[in-house]
């Protein structure tokens, strides 16, 4: 990653946390200083009932210091209180203030590795969330008042002073040890535990596959031994962190002996009070206990530290997207110019030298053999995949140019992998916005040919889906994708291998759909096998390896290239389609023909 990149993530973390919260951070430390100088009442009204108390006999003056401390504490109380909330609420600020942007890098960081690869942001913004909002910082604040201690001990007598040194000076080193010790096995055991999730979610997402070709019995096995490998990682942290800990723990206590044995010594020599060994000892006990805190919760900080540093990371990796200025709305002209798309990890590209344009009204059948590159020229059409070079515009605009969600509106999508996600079947058409209309949702549903199937449901459009529809069968969760992409009158239809799933009487409605589509202006563009998804299309393309290698009329095109369209059989290739380059110019190979050159792709 670069180092401007970098530093845009680190930018914008310490906005959210420091910038945005330097008047409260001020103010917590101000609490901090009042605290810790409330935390010298317990030794001082000690020093002052052995000292004065005690001599003198005075009731009275014992029932006035008490009432005096009960206050002091009231106020100790109070706002040690203040300052807890103060800090969980700058904990939320700091979570609500990136909660959009983190939901941004996992959909879109999700969408160019697949599976899970952002989900891990979510979890670090709440593990740096819930440390800010701890007890953590608390001992960090009141850190810096440890010398204040110091002083009082040196006050009370040199020697007390010294002592009190020796005795920070020691428990920082240990804090320091264990830092040292901590920081690698708590990398390791992080790392151990993110690739257990990811095998954990993978194994959930594909657990019909796992059951039904007997991998159960591999994958657990499999799991186990990542699972012990994360367990085995975070044991060997935490004993690291926990025998610095207790030895600290065994040490406070052992300085805390030894100034009491020390200001025995210096009362039998009458260099100070009886009441100066209480004293020095609770505020020996104070000036460590933040230290002690500190050592403690090692294992969180460093927890929240490494959060904090992949969030730098993964939120350069995705720059928080800024304002679009409105454009008009599309009207459905699809132009794509000269397209180059590489795959993450691929090293040829999948897609080159792409060049076609759909107007409106207008329908482009996409076919060619498996691996062409088909699904991926879908996929890019709606903005699902970064090109490399060319562009996709919508009405002379790129997806760059256009807000997201405004362009997603215009766009109707069913992919090769349908996802139904959880909620209502009305809100799964519907797109989950928050103003449904009622009577585009039916229109859509009808469309799709899926109105009386959900009439037929329990609670009809207000059924509960489950994850990914999974009380629906194939064909219905196509059709209800469909009705999905319908939903609101796209200008733009992109449907990858729509009628996969569905029987005679859906591969009907599909084809009424797209005409209904196509008559009211919209662009549509279909990627098929089977030939009855592509009847109302009048214009073909075929992709071989990545390349454009026919494009013009159905009919034409069909003729020219060989293909072998049947009633109930998918588009046959008579032989491989194997892309040629002649001065320039696409050409397709099959059977010793050559395809029709293809100089101009405008659908007609």
């Not at 009042?34 to 020093?47: P, Q």
């Not at 995705?318 to 798309?341: H, S, T, W």
């Amino acid at each position: 990653m670069s180092e401007a990149k970098s530093q845009t993530g680190a930018g914008e973390l310490h906005a959210e946390l420091i910038s945005g919260n330097r008047s409260v951070i001020l103010a917590v430390f101000a609490f901090s200083l009042v605290l810790n100088v409330l935390a010298l009442t317990g030794s001082l009204f000690m020093l002052q009932v052995y000292d004065r108390v005690i001599p003198s006999g005075s009731i009275p003056t014992l029932i006035a210091l008490s009432l005096i401390v009960a206050v002091l504490y009231s106020y100790y109380g109070v706002m040690d209180y203040v300052r807890s909330r103060i800090l969980v609420r700058v904990g939320r600020k700091f979570e609500e203030g990136l909660r959009v942007h983190i939901f941004d890098v996992m959909a879109l960081l999700s969408l160019r590795s697949g599976g899970a690869a952002g989900s891990q942001a979510a979890q670090d913004l709440t593990q740096v969330r819930q440390f800010i909002g701890g007890q953590g910082p608390l001992a960090w604040f009141d850190l810096p008042f440890m010398p204040l201690y110091v002083v009082v001990l040196f006050m009370l007598h040199w020697i007390l002073g010294v002592v009190a040194v020796f005795a920070a000076g020691i428990i920082l080193v240990l804090a320091l040890l264990t830092e040292r010790a901590q920081r690698q096995p708590q990398a390791d055991a992080i790392e151990a535990m993110l690739h257990a999730q990811l095998l954990t979610e993978e194994a959930r997402r594909n657990v019909e596959a796992m059951h039904s070709l007997g991998m159960r019995g591999a994958l657990r096995e499999r799991w186990e031994k990542v699972q012990g490998i994360a367990l085995e990682r975070q044991t060997t942290a935490n004993d690291a962190g926990a025998s610095y800990a207790a030895f600290s723990r065994v040490f406070r206590l052992m300085l805390q002996s030894a100034m009491l044995a020390a200001a025995a010594w210096l009362a039998v020599k009458h260099e100070i009070s009886a009441g100066s060994i209480v004293a020095s000892s609770i505020i020996m006990g104070r000036a460590l206990a933040p230290i002690e805190q500190v050592v403690a919760g090692w294992p969180m900080f460093l927890a929240a530290r490494k959060s904090y540093a992949r969030l730098k990371e993964i939120l350069a990796l995705v720059p928080k997207q800024r304002e679009r200025m409105d454009l008009p709305a599309p009207k459905g002209l699809l132009e794509v110019e000269k397209l180059v798309i590489v795959l993450p990890g691929a090293e040829k590209p999948v897609l080159q030298g792409v060049d076609f344009r759909v107007g409106p009204g207008q329908g482009l059948g996409i076919i060619g053999p498996t691996g062409a590159g088909k699904s991926t020229l879908a996929r890019a059409l709606v903005g699902l995949v970064p090109l490399a070079q060319g562009a996709v515009r919508l009405d002379g605009a790129t997806a760059e140019q256009r807000d997201a969600d405004a362009l997603g509106k215009a766009i109707g999508y069913v992919p090769q992998d349908v996802q139904i996600f959880a909620g209502s079947v009305a809100e799964n058409i519907a797109r989950f916005n928050v103003e449904i209309d009622a009577s585009k949702i039916v229109a859509a549903a009808k469309h799709a040919n899926i109105h009386d199937f959900i009439l037929r449901l329990p609670d009809g459009y207000d059924t509960q889906l489950g994850a990914n529809g999974a009380r629906l069968s194939a064909g219905q969760r196509q059709r209800l994708a469909l009705a999905r992409a319908l939903y609101g009158d796209p200008v733009l239809l992109v449907l990858d291998e729509p009628n996969s799933n569905l029987d005679a009487e859906g591969e009907i409605a599909l084809d009424r759909a797209i005409r209904a589509a196509m008559a009211r202006g919209a662009a549509v563009v279909v990627v098929a096998h089977r030939p009855s998804a592509l009847h109302a299309m009048n214009t073909l393309l075929i992709l071989a390896e990545g390349r454009v290698a026919a494009f013009g009329g159905r009919d034409e095109i069909m003729a020219k290239v060989g293909l072998r369209p049947t009633p109930s059989a998918p588009i046959v290739v008579a032989s491989q389609a194997k892309p040629t380059q002649q001065l320039g110019r696409t050409t397709l190979s099959i059977q010793g023909r050559m395809g029709a050159d293809a100089p101009k792709r405008n659908v007609q």
